[in-house]
């Protein structure tokens, strides 16, 4: 397979990991079966005066991952029924991470499709919530090391010709900044 990404990778400026991200693999291996998929799109939210990151209210009990060190998953529950994958970047202390908005699922697709209970693959990991829940991902693995042997991200040599950058999705506040990336013209992407 590929070469497993080490700390020193989420250790960069978020916007940096949030652009190189791209390509890369997501691996997941849980009782169930492993899952792969390359990562397609990712948002970044960095510091405390990003309006639209949760760092913004400070260190609380859901936040206190994105203060710190990085290569951990911070996995949190929106609207009370999706969860959320990200990967804490840049040093501890200072709150920044990744949102991993969606993949292109490679391996383990049976697996996924029995997750889902879904048959068309264009919708199967295309959107936070949904690759979350393919790939088994739940608050069980909320400050999992992204480094280790269950959840990690491997170079399998693919670099996007073309990266797109968009507003960040789903948010209020903090519109202006186009942090969200993806790769130009792939179906897996959640929204164009």
């Not at 609380?60 to 009370?80: E, N, Q, V």
């Not at 999992?144 to 042997?149: G, H, N, R, V």
């Not at 519109?175 to 013209?185: L, T």
Request: include cysteine.
């Amino acid at each position: 397979m590929g070469k497993k990404l080490k700390r020193r990778f989420f250790e960069k400026p978020t916007l940096k990991v949030a652009k190189e991200l791209l390509g890369k693999y997501l691996v997941v291996k849980k009782r169930g079966g492993l899952a792969s998929g390359k990562i397609v799109e990712t948002e970044a939210y960095i510091g405390k005066k990003d309006p639209a990151s949760h760092a913004y209210i400070g260190v609380t009990p859901r936040t206190k991952l994105m203060f710190g060190k990085p290569g951990y998953a911070y996995i949190y529950l929106t609207y009370g029924m999706y969860y959320c994958l990200n990967f804490v970047t840049e040093k501890e202390g200072f709150p920044a991470a990744v949102l991993v908005r969606a993949v292109e699922p490679k391996e383990g697709l049976d697996l996924m499709i029995k997750r889902r209970k879904i048959k068309k693959i264009e919708n199967l990991t295309n959107g936070p919530g949904r690759l979350c829940k393919a790939f088994g991902l739940d608050k069980s693995l909320n400050g999992a090391d992204i480094c280790s042997d269950v959840i990690w991200i491997e170079d399998r040599g693919e670099n996007p010709e073309k990266i797109i950058s968009a507003s960040r999705i789903g948010i209020n506040v903090g519109k202006d900044k186009k942090w969200r990336f993806h790769i130009a013209e792939n179906r897996f992407v959640s929204k164009k």
